[in-house]
């Protein structure tokens, strides 16, 4: 054989002896785990156990007007540890110093020594879940990542780390129907329902692994599938804690001294309809023991029979349709009457001493069977076809103030108001309807709603739309800007509006709150002492319970604020608008006018006068009209009105002068004294080249005034 | 866009086929690389998977580099500088086992003084052996079956770098020596010495063993043995290899589409030992095939050069260093389909890491260097 076929053969015999069948096998491994293997292996496989899972966003922060928050997301940790993940030579060689670090940092009721035989405990008996510190902090959380072992991560040290968050409400109940939730399986309420969307931020998704289906738990894969979830936005709420918290207080000082079975109470801002407070407080019986609690929105959810503060509606729709003066006369007949043989009484003892008296002074005492009979009187003739006459006429009017429209506030389960319509057989219209309407019965209204149109007449007629929120943020950064709404430009003439706020000051002035009355400061407002749970006949009313109410705004000749306070069924310590809610109207309103600067009168409103200052202008030169205008608003007395444009103000002797400014074409004037937009108009009009160093006004120009100009540069120098 | 092409085409010289099992195995390399580091990124950068791709990609492009310089070198220079490469590769050896800083448990690499690049000294090692032997049976080709003179200098050096690799990855050592004895077989030696090195390997490696009771530290007989009795104790393979399998199921015949890996999250360095599940995975049996029939093919083209110029050193230089790299590619496909215990071998040229890709362009540089020149000296 010679070299070079030996060679071959031996090449050859290694090729197809050893490279060629190495390869089949290699192939025939592939395909026969791939395939015949195949199904048992992807049953095995992590693609059973790996699922993409919703990662829930960050939700975003409710927070009061100030910036504190009224609703936030904490997160927390929950951390496990898988026993089996870490690999032989990390698990032996961090052991001991991790379990050194547990002992004195996690698991502070058991020993090194412990801890480590568990450690190998687990790892034994293969335990890939084992509970090492359940809602740790943030802080917690990247402290125990950092031991030994742990920080090679998930993969290498089989420590697992599950966020969740939760929701808390620093300011505890405060305000708690109005903030909200949203809750598996319940309906959203409050603010965090309406704005669920902006607050939720978007989902994200990522891929899971089952540890243990049975048991469904989960771990997370950090891999490229991930979607990072949005975070959710934040909401500036109007709320105020501080009004929050005296508005919650006086309310739950009254619902229990008057044992009732639930109360609210709105504070807004007259001009804005911005609801700066809004408690409620519902009873619960608890183990015996009566508790209130913000169980219900009942300011916005629910809709009640005002009573005698819907006689403001009443007498202003009387005023608007011309049929009556406040100083007409009426006939209340000692305060009973009877409509179609059912008895209308006034609760009022004022009432009973009286038979005719001016309309204005039924109204401060709420007699009913004053409004009634007005109403009665002037809305009688029937006629549903025609709403200009008629109980129509009655209800359009009561349409033109919105009564029968909800106002929209950005709280979910807003009760819609129930205005019967004029002899709809439907809303079962009857002979007693119009009275009764007259004095706050057979319609509804939330207790807001009503607010709202109070807080119109305080506001001159313009009704504002009551809202909760004006901003939505990002990161601190403003998203959304949420203005004040108008629902209603002009709900009635100014005349009528005037009235209307005359009868509401009168009201506490002298009538049905007049031991409201308050040293400091005047406010307006209307009671109500409404029945609940009534029956009426000819012989009088069963009642069933009161409702106490009391709306109004303050103080009354410039309104800030307008507030609602509405007492569901007092049971002791009084029943009436006037000594149930109106003095909680009243402690809210003296606890604003304290704690609020604002709504004091300013000693001094207008600028001082300027006797003496040391900042004026060493030389005042500036355009006419500028300079009068400023002059006026200082209230500084001065002479002269030059027919130029630019002028200059001299002092002459004890007085100002105004002069005419007049500079020469070609010469430099002199611009010290002027501020730097004054002094380059006037250079830079000349072909100057101006520099400039400082700020202030010039002190210094290079270039004496008087000197020829010829596009030279000057220097100014500020000071 | 032609043009470019043609020209590369043109500056190429050598086996296009050659060229061609290069650059697609490169391709493989980024797509699977890519794929796989995204846990490693995620564990390490937090999620930059491109700082990775770009990392590769450098050493791919400066591979390539390599590969075209040192084909443009006359092989012949390389077997001038063998006894040379041969000498520095034993202390650098030496150097490792001693004072070389252990990375993944072993300790395989040096670190060049103040530059800070790690490279494992057996990958240069190997390639001076392969060179060496080659240049040693070619030259003793007239008396190649005589033991005194041929033999015996040619099996020293083999038995000495086997034997200094073998404490710290015996894998590799193995492989090198498989290649050593493929060549002495090619080369004409005599089967009987043949068997006679094979039974003095077997002979060294019992001897290491036997040491290792005295230096656990240095020769990691422990690891060996512990991965040989998990293989032969669990028919299905320990946990990564069964991880393996499952990827190599999900991949089913076509694959689940580039960057779909799920088992990458479950396999141990993806990237680098259990790559080739990865490519299986994503690009289905179909894939394997391909990667199995590339090595395959860079076979035939080797022994095909042989077949033209049967006695001269290039020819056994360019089938000595072919041979190191498929036997290590298909010892890294055998751990992935549970055919031999874990080794903790790259697939040459696909897996991630400098050193191994870089020694491995080289030897592709070589091996074309070798197919210019016969081709050159065919065509007279």
Known sequence: MDIKNEVLYRVYGLLFGIFVPISIVLLYKTIYISAWEGQRWRDEGASAYIKPHKVEAERGNIMADDGSLLATSIPYYNLYFDAVAASDYDFNENLDTLAQCLATHVLTDKT?????????????????????????????????????????????????????????????????????????GAVPVGLEGYF????????????????????????????????????????????????????????????????????????????????????????????????????????????????????????????????????????????????????????????????????????????????????????????????????????????????????????????NPYIKEAYSEEDQWSGTTLPWMSIGYELKLSPLQLLTFFNAVANDGVMVKPHLVTEVQRYGETVDLFRPTILNKRIASTGTIEKAQELLEAVVTNGTAYKLKSKRFNFAGKTGTAQVNYRRSSRGTRVGGYQASFAGYFPAEDPVYSCIVVINKPKQNGIYGSEVAGPVFKRIAEKCYTSKLEMHRPINDRPLKILASNELPIKSIGEKTDMKYILDYLDVEYFGNPGTDLTVLDLEGDSLMMNQRSIPADRMPSVVGLGLRDALFVLENKGLKVEVDGYGKVARQSLRAGTVIQGQTVKLTMQ | ?????????????????????????????????????????????????????????????????????????????????????????????????????????????????????????????????????????????????????????????????????????????????????????????????????????????????????????????????????????????????????????????????????????????????????????????????????????????????????????????????????????????????NLIPVTGLTLPMISMGGTSILFTCISFGMILSVSKYIESVANE
């Open chain 1, 112 to 184: 090194v020594g412990g801890i480590r035989q568990d450690l190998m405990n687990w790892r034994d008996s293969t335990k890939r879940y084992v509970k090492l510190k359940m809602r740790a902090s943030y802080a917690e959380k990247e402290f125990i990542q950092s031991f030994p072992l742990f920080r090679k991560g998930q993969f290498r040290s089989g420590l697992i780390v599950q966020r969740n968050s939760e929701r808390k409400r620093p300011f505890g109940i405060a305000a708690r129907r109005t903030i909200g939730y949203v809750r598996d």
């Open chain 1, 196 to 415: 669920n969307e902006t607050l939720g931020g978007t989902t994200g998704t990522q891929m899971m692994l089952a540890l243990d289906k049975a048991n469904d738990i989960w771990i997370p894969l950090d891999d490229l599938t991930k979607v990072e979830p949005k975070s959710g936005d934040d909401i500036v709420t109007t709320l105020d804690i501080n009004l929050q918290d005296i508005v919650e207080n006086e309310l739950y000082k009254a619902v229990n001294y008057h044992d009732a079975e639930w109360g609210t109470a709105v504070l807004m801002e007259v001009k804005t309809g911005k609801v700066r407070a809004l408690a409620n407080l519902g009873r619960i019986e608890y183990n015996e023991e009566t508790k209130w609690y913000e169980d219900y929105n009942y300011a916005v959810g629910r809709g009640i029979e005002p009573g005698s503060t819907f006689k403001l509606a009443t007498i202003m729709a009387l005023l608007e349709d011309g049929y009556i003066d406040l100083n007409d006369s009426i006939d209340i007949e000692r305060g009973q009457t009877t409509f179609y043989e059912e008895k209308m009484e006034d609760s009022s003892p004022f009432s009973f001493k009286i038979d005719s008296t001016s309309i204005k002074r039924a109204f401060e005492i709420s007699s009913n069977v004053g409004m009634a009979k007005l109403v009665t009187q002037y809305y009688a003739e029937k006629n549903a076809a025609n709403d200009n006459i008629g109980a129509a006429k009655f209800i359009k009017r009561l349409k033109e103030f919105n009564l029968h429209i909800p106002t929209g506030v950005e709280i979910g389960g807003e009760a």
């Open chain 2, 1 to 337: 866009m032609s043009t470019i092409a043609a020209r590369i085409y043109a500056e190429l010289q050598g086996d296009k086929a050659i060229w061609a099992v290069l650059a697609l195995l490169t391709v493989f390399s980024v797509l699977a690389v890519y794929s796989s580091t995204g846990t490693l990124a995620y564990r390490v950068k937090g999620g930059d998977t491109e700082a990775y791709l770009f990392k590769h990609g450098m050493i791919l492009v400066g591979g390539l580099l390599l590969a075209y310089l040192s084909h443009l070198l006359h092989y012949k220079k390389y077997a001038n500088a063998a006894p040379y490469l041969l000498a520095l590769s034993i202390p650098l050896l030496m150097y490792t086992i001693g004072f070389g800083p252990e990375i993944n448990e072993a300790k395989r690499w040096i670190q060049i003084p103040f530059v800070g690049i790690t490279f494992q000294s057996s990958a240069f090692a190997s390639i001076a052996l392969v060179i060496y032997v080659a240049r040693a049976i070619s030259s003793k080709q007239d008396y190649i079956k005589d033991f005194q003179s041929a033999f015996i200098p040619i099996i020293v050096p083999i038995l000495i770098v086997c034997g200094l690799i073998a404490p710290a990855d015996l894998s590799t050592a193995a492989v090198l020596f498989f290649t050593c004895i493929f060549m002495m077989f090619i080369g004409r030696v005599a089967l009987q010495y043949i068997f006679l090195l094979l039974f003095l390997g077997i002979a060294l490696f019992s001897m290491l063993i036997a040491l290792g009771e005295f230096f656990p530290e240095t020769i990691r007989v422990k690891t060996w043995i512990s991965r040989v009795i998990e293989f032969t104790s669990d028919p299905d393979g320990v946990y990564q290899v069964r991880q393996a399998k499952i990827a190599i199921a999900n991949g089913e015949f076509f694959g689940l589409g580039p960057g779909n890996s799920i088992q990458r999250n479950f396999l141990p360095s993806p990237y680098s030992d259990f790559i080739y599940a990865i490519i299986c995975e994503e690009y289905g049996v179909i894939g394997g095939i391909v990667v199995i029939g590339l090595y395959l093919l860079l076979m035939f083209r080797v022994t095909r050069l042989v077949t033209k110029s049967p006695k001269a050193f290039g020819a056994m230089l360019a089938i000595g260093l072919a041979v190191s790299m498929v036997l290590q590619a298909f010892f890294n496909i055998a751990v992935s389909v």
